[in-house]
């Protein structure tokens, strides 16, 4: 602990801190470069749609002794379709059959059944129209455009507009990059998959929301100081909050991992595997997109208003000065002080002006 | 870090204890609520207990749209074709706008299931051998003369005529006990141009009449008995009677005119819901009869209309009346004055505009107002079933050890309280879960366990606020007391925004999505209200409470509080000081 610990309070006390908003334009290019390599991935390869979506058959059979390739052909012969079949960690197979009829699929399974040396009671079916994944997949969409604009409104009340455009374009950032990453590496989409991208929807919110939150708090006074401008107390919140937000992460992560360990390796297939998979995939890319891309949006967008940019100009005017004047000359990661002391040293005029003595924070606070 | 002034809420912190108390005594009612309405555990869905389910979508090809209240009366008919195959236990529910889901526990037929389910038609027009109101008191075997099914102009006969000659024994199990007033008719008559041609039936054998062939072997007997001993009154023998019946061989039933139960002796099925082309409630301007309902019959419809019609026509009351027989259950049975020939009846009475439409619809679509398709049933045996109920609970724990590892080498005796309040969480989860089951119709499936181990993380983030802000306010060189105070109202608040914005997208998802979507969407939302509760009601109370105690305050090393390692400034003693109101003030005194 001590040594994140530590990490937390050297962050908190801005003795390091890493100038998120500064590099802005490096991650900017690097998301730029997986998002677009993710639209290849999906116009290229496209998405590896399961078989709720084409509409088919999946059995799973119990415990056999039946080798894969044997089963294939059964598979093959009993239904008249193309069959994939798929050893299960359970010892069991998992036998999909697209562009099966949902009324042949009983004669099917008995066939099966008997090919395969089993009770066709013992037989998982999972049968499927060929409009059932679309219907899925469009209410989907449905939710996803109704949940955008919900949470748009909501933040743009709760927050402000810029903010909610940031976490708007951080949310699709991170949509687009999980279903990249399935149209590259090839993993199957199934209803599961889009029961764990929407969840993302609420959860990679949750990290943006967090470092708004701070800094909404600590901008609330920006105007009455002019030691700091609107990008820098951006960057102090994130880092303020970096801590947070890792934990944050790692925490939903976990239990995360735990699905897919179990899902992927034990059950070898289903819904468990395809909900965290994605979850695991989309979790990671919102984390990342609220710290690298959310924020400093926010911040460039800000520092568009007249009002961020006069405190820009006055900042900037009053570091050259101070420049002149002291050779210490603080750099904007040293300035990392609390807001409220920078509100506070606009009424205390005595306070030093960024230097090392920020480090030490609070008693500049306390002085007004 | 800005706003000092609305830090603290005294009262917050003043009675911790009320707090937990209040959550405590939550948690014991519902608990003790779980144990009284003896569900004790979630009920499980079909993916998890084993079992079949299907779900239909409803087609908006036949003219009638897809509306709740059509997709009630589809639902409504289903629950009883499905439960009538001898399990209680399936449900059928709409889903979404156009969705219907089937569950059919394991250990049920679920190829009968499905073909119950989905078909449309199970509507027959059988010739009425023999009627006669049940009398609510019990037992009116006596078959003697009453008032006609129909509530007006047909008197009815004496059921006496017919009886003996039926054949076959065909009383068996299921259906529903729904009772649903239907339509009295009483007159069916010709439509208005109706072409008075003959076209005699030359079909004899295989329309009914009543008597006719096959009235000898002990079947008619039993038959008989069965029509003897039933009381449509009883909604039990209502449940049972006539179901299962074979379209080709005679049958009991009952049905409801009036308000008063009617138990019918019927033949062969005349004319199968099938050959209905289409009905429609109109109403008659021209005669003034009020709401009528006109059929159209297909070409082979209409001949065996036109046949059984002649039939009917010459016989007594009540056995010139057809039974409408729905799902087993006599709808309307109108009597007959004349040969209907041309395709083309209407059927009048007393009806209501309401009445008139309900029974065109049945007319028009068989039982189901709306036509179905299946998109997808899932068989899951209970083996499978079980093993995945056993990975799912096995992935919890797995990720619930995870966080605890996490959390205790991060935030060493802090974890306690974060653990103490996940306990709490879990607790309030699984009970409410478990009401839920029986309360509406909840089910646990898959997708929601895993939507509840996602919200252990969720729940842990909650706490990963609060502690963050803690450690934010001592390493400022508070001491743990007022810190607590005021980094509570700043992560309350956050929480709150965050697990609001969870909030809507389980919301969002659970209304708008379909199948397993919702489930997942259901227990995320339902977990991340809990987790509200949890951090407002259990988990600040406890900091307030723990804060006060030695091992915390002071900082110990374990405590996950130790000013040191945390980095705090050098301590301002003098803030140490009547926690919460000190904090606030403490700026101005020291300037």
């Known amino acids: 602990m001590s040594k994140l610990g530590n990490l937390g309070a050297r962050l908190h006390h801005g003795e390091i801190s890493y100038d998120f908003v500064g590099k802005r334009k490096i991650w900017y290019g690097i998301s730029i470069l997986i998002t677009i390599t993710a639209i290849v991935g999906l116009a290229v390869r496209g998405l590896n749609m399961g078989i709720d979506f084409q509409g088919g058959a999946v059995f799973t059979t119990p415990k056999t002794s039946v080798s894969v390739a044997q089963a294939e052909e059964y598979a093959s012969q009993a239904a008249g379709h193309e069959a994939v079949v798929q050893k299960l960690g359970t010892g ?20 099966l059944a008997k090919d395969l040396n089993l009770n066709p009671e013992a037989i998982n079916a999972d049968l499927v129209g060929p409009s059932w994944g679309e219907q899925i997949a469009n209410k989907a969409w449905e939710g996803l455009g109704i949940f955008m604009v919900l949470v748009v409104i909501y933040l743009a009340i709760a927050f402000e507009w810029r903010m909610a455009v940031a976490a708007l374009v951080a949310l699709i950032h991170d949509i687009t990059i999980t279903t990249g990453i399935y149209a590259l590496v090839g993993f199957e989409v199934t209803p599961g998959t889009i029961i764990g991208l929407l969840t993302i929807l609420g959860y990679s919110l949750y990290d943006t929301v967090v470092v708004f ?4 708090e600590q901008t609330k006074d920006i105007t009455r100081q002019t030691r700091l401008t609107y990008s820098d107390i951006a960057n102090q919140s994130i880092n303020g909050t970096l801590v947070r937000s890792i934990n944050t992460t790692v925490v939903a992560l976990l239990p995360v991992a735990g699905l897919l360990f179990i899902g992927g390796g034990f059950l070898g297939a289903g819904t468990l595997n395809d909900i965290s998979l994605s979850l695991f995939v989309g979790l990671a890319a919102g984390a990342y997109s609220s710290i690298f891309i959310a924020t400093p949006l926010v911040a460039d967008l800000k520092e568009r208003e007249p009002q961020m940019k006069a405190l820009k100009k006055r900042v900037l005017a009053k570091r050259a000065q101070a420049a002149a004047e002291d050779e210490l000359v603080g750099s904007r990661s040293v300035a990392a002080g609390e807001p409220e002391d920078a509100a506070a040293a606009v009424v205390g005029p005595r306070n030093q002006p960024a230097s090392r003595g920020r480090g030490r924070g609070r008693p500049s606070g306390k002085r007004q | 870090m800005a706003a000092p002034k609305r830090g603290r809420s005294a009262s917050a912190q003043s009675k911790p204890g009320r707090s937990l108390a209040f959550i405590l005594i939550a948690i014991v009612a519902l608990t003790g609520g779980m144990f009284a309405s003896g569900h004790t555990t979630p009920r499980l869905g079909i993916d998890l207990a084993g079992g079949t389910s299907i779900t239909l979508q409803a087609k908006a090809d036949q003219g009638s749209a897809i509306n709740k209240a059509n997709m009630d009366t589809a639902v409504d008919i289903m629950n009883r074709r499905v439960n009538g195959l001898g399990v209680s236990e399936a449900e059928v529910q709409t889903q979404g706008t156009s969705n219907i889901i089937v569950n059919i526990p394991k250990g049920t037929n679920s190829e009968e299931a499905r073909q119950q389910v989905g078909t449309t038609a199970k509507l ?7 009627s006669e109101p049940s009398t609510p008191a019990g037992q009116s075997p006596s078959p003697s003369p009453t008032s006609s099914p129909s509530g007006s102009p047909s008197p009815s006969g004496s059921p006496t005529a017919s009886g003996e000659k039926a054949s076959s024994s065909s009383a068996s199990p299921s259906a529903s006990a729904t009772t649903q007033g239907r339509a009295v008719t009483d007159a069916l008559k010709a439509d208005s141009n109706p072409s008075p041609s003959a076209t005699p039936s030359t079909s004899a054998s295989a329309t009914p009449s009543a008597p006719a062939s096959d009235g000898t072997d002990g079947g008619t007997a039993a038959l008989q008995a069965a029509y003897t001993k039933l009381n449509c009154a009883k909604a039990s023998e209502r449940a049972t009677a006539g179901q299962n019946a074979k379209p080709g061989e005679p049958t009991v039933a009952c049905g409801q005119i009036n308000k008063v139960w009617y138990k019918y002796l019927l033949g062969p099925s005349a004319v199968d819901g099938t050959e209905v082309k289409k ?9 003034a009869a009020g709401w009528q309902v006109q059929m159209n019959f297909t070409s082979s419809g209409a001949k065996k209309f036109a046949d059984i019609t002649g039939q009917l026509a010459q016989k007594q009351q009540p056995q010139n009346e057809f039974g409408i027989v729905l799902d087993g259950e006599v709808v309307s049975s109108p009597y007959v004055s004349q040969s209907i020939t041309g395709g083309q009846a209407e059927i009048s009475g007393s009806f209501t505009q309401e009445e008139a439409q309900s029974l065109a619809n049945v007319l028009s679509y068989g039982a189901l107002p709306l036509s179905f398709k299946e998109q997808s049933v899932t068989t899951v045996t209970a083996a499978l079933g079980g093993e995945q109920l056993h990975a799912g609970l096995l992935a919890g ?7 605890v590892v996490y959390l205790v080498i991060y935030y060493r005796g802090l974890s306690l309280v974060a653990m103490a309040s996940l306990v709490t969480s879990a607790i309030l989860t699984y009970v409410l879960m478990s009401l839920l089951g029986p309360a509406i119709g909840f089910a646990l499936n898959l997708p929601a366990v895993c939507g509840a181990i996602v919200a252990i993380g969720i729940t842990a983030d909650s706490f990963i606020v609060f502690f963050e802000r803690i450690r934010d306010e001592i390493r400022q060189g508070r001491s743990l007391r007022p810190a607590v105070e005021r980094a509570w109202p700043r992560a309350r608040r956050t929480i709150l925004v965050s697990d609001f914005v969870s909030f809507l997208a389980a919301a969002v998802l659970f209304i708008v999505t379909v199948g397993k979507v919702q489930g997942f969407a259901f227990t995320l939302g339902l977990t991340t209200v809990l987790d509200v509760v949890v951090v407002f009601f259990f988990t600040k109370p406890l900091m307030t409470i723990l804060a006060r105690r030695k091992f915390f305050a002071q900082g110990h090393k374990w405590s996950g509080l130790d000013p040191k390692s945390l980095g705090a400034k050098p301590p301002l003693r003098r803030t140490r000081r009547p926690a919460g109101p000190a904090a606030g003030s403490v700026d101005p005194k020291e300037a």
């Open chain 1, 92 to 111: 069991g197979l998992r036998i999909q059959i697209a562009g099966m009829d949902t009324g042949k699929s009983d004669a099917t399974k008995a066939e």
């Open chain 2, 124 to 130: 027959y027009f059988r010739p009425v051998l023999a």
């Open chain 2, 279 to 287: 009905a429609q409630a109109v109403y008659d301007t021209q005669t």
């Open chain 2, 397 to 403: 724990a797995i990720g619930l050890a995870l966080v």
């Open chain 1, 213 to 216: 939150d701070s800094l909404k």
